[in-house]
């Protein structure tokens, strides 16, 4: 994750089909022309490299990575890493045109869908001789980097943590005592009393912001999303299924309780994460990337964080926190080719996951992708610690992806839209999961 203003620039399955046409694909090029040149188009000299990345002002958007490259190139002043960035979409446009090309950066950010179909043409390094010259391999649980193997070839590592779930502000609980939940029935009562109370129960905004639903995608892992997606995609079974079913009625049940605010069509995300941060609302739907600015707010000393409800009638796995990787960095597979690239790679991504690199994202309020354990001062960062514990609770486990990061972006986008039409009640359950399921056929 990064602490962009506006999620969608990092992997928080916000994913949209590039659709290029003639005049587009002419004008990228000149694009991607362009960024090249500004960075070193024309061949790198030895030992330098460029990472490209999702956000157009990465020292602003996404300091951890910008702190891990400056803290790099000052220890290996042999090598250096360029650090660009162009906003996601562009950003993935290029990326595509590079690869048709042969122009790719020798490391880049980039969706999981497209690195998929990279890897399939033989665009991207298989990082498996890196992991293991390096020793990373055993730093990271197996799923952090079974997401990004295919076919033999791991051409993948992850990124940041996606981390998600609800912020809670302890004070307005409470204030009317309600526990924080555990299960769905006891949210569900929480919602219902914080209504009554007149209370915004979950700060929700949809407007521009349709992807915002992460802690409701994690609920799909408690109906058994994980073990059935690949049957769904091979049409052997369905989306629109019974269990499924049974969540998108729960969750017209919340709506149908108040749990989300009379706004919540016209309002942004952000504006969403302002209210709760000004005590407006009881819960938030957000990840780890918001932490440091609900520490900042109003709210930061009231601030705890929970995974989600589990279900009496879910399916599998109920104590679920997620915790996976969000998109990967990838190398282009050039790289082989010229030694002292191939050396500044494998030092960079040593550096990167080696416990000072980790901590390096713990100072930025990122989660470690390997399993590091963290050095956090909880009086000074609070809500962050509060992320941190959730997820390492003793008996609960990570899916090994968000589900919307696992199918195609047109079936992402529908899952987003089934959500809030019923959240909002536009579709009923029935019609929310049909819906997506069209995306399959």
């Known amino acids: 994750m990064t602490t962009s203003s506006h999620p969608g ?10 659709a290029l ?71 993935e446009q290029q990326m595509t045109i590079a690869a048709q090309s042969d122009t790719l950066p020798e490391m880049f950010w980039v969706y999981n869908s497209l690195a998929k179909t990279m890897v399939k043409d033989g665009d991207l390094l298989d990082l498996t001789p890196i ?25 993948g590592v992850p990124y940041q943590a996606l981390v998600t779930g609800f912020y809670y502000n302890k004070d307005i609980l409470r204030e009317h005592g309600i526990q924080i939940p555990t299960t769905s029935q006891e949210f569900l009562a929480a919602i219902k009393k914080l209504k009554a109370a007149g209370v915004v129960p979950i700060a929700q905004g949809s407007n521009n912001s349709a992807y915002s639903v992460w802690a409701f ?5 408690r109906f058994g999303y994980e073990e059935k997606i690949s049957a769904i995609i091979n049409g052997k079974t369905r989306y629109d299924n019974a269990d499924f079913l049974r969540l998108y009625r729960y969750v017209r049940e919340l709506a149908d309780a108040g749990a989300f605010p009379a706004n919540m069509a016209t309002q942004t995300y952000p504006q969403a994460v302002a209210s709760f941060g000004s005590g407006k609302a009881a819960f938030l739907d957000a990840g780890v990337w918001e932490a440091a600015k609900i520490q900042n707010s109003k709210v930061g000393d009231s601030v705890g964080f929970w995974a989600g409800p589990t279900f009496a009638d879910g399916v599998g796995e109920q104590k679920l926190a997620m915790n996976a990787p969000s998109a990967p960095f990838v190398v282009s597979a050039a790289v082989k080719k010229d030694a002292k690239k191939y050396a500044a790679v494998k030092a960079f991504l040593a550096f990167y996951y080696s416990d000072e690199g980790q901590q390096i994202l713990v100072k930025n309020a990122q989660p470690p992708v390997t399993t590091y354990r963290p050095n956090v001062d909880a ?32 079936t992402a986008s ?18 929310a999961v049909k819906r997506v399921q069209k995306t399959f056929e």
């Open 9 to 18: 620039t990092a992997p928080r399955g916000i994913r949209r089909r590039i």
């Open 21 to 91: 046409g003639a005049t587009a694909v002419v004008l990228l090029v000149s694009s991607t022309t362009a960024c090249g040149a500004a960075t070193g188009g024309s061949p790198s000299s030895g030992g330098v490299i460029t990472l490209s990345m999702q956000n157009p002002d990465v020292k602003a958007q996404d300091p951890a990575t910008y702190d891990m490259v400056q803290t790099f190139n000052r220890k290996h002043p042999d090598m250096k890493i360029n650090l660009i960035g162009q906003p996601v979409e562009q950003h």
């Open 131 to 155: 992991l293991g010259e390096t020793g990373l391999h055993p730093k990271f649980a197996p799923s952090m980097l079974a997401g990004f193997y295919h076919d033999g070839i791991q051409y």
């Open 217 to 221: 995608l994690t609920m799909l892992d």
């Open 379 to 410: 009086a000074k960062n609070a809500v962050f610690a509060a992320v941190l514990a959730e997820t390492s609770k003793p008996g609960w486990k990570s899916p090994q992806a968000q589900p919307d990061l696992v199918v195609e972006a047109a």
């Open 414 to 431: 529908a899952m987003y839209d089934s959500f809030y039409g019923v959240m909002g009640g536009s579709l009923t359950p029935e019609e």
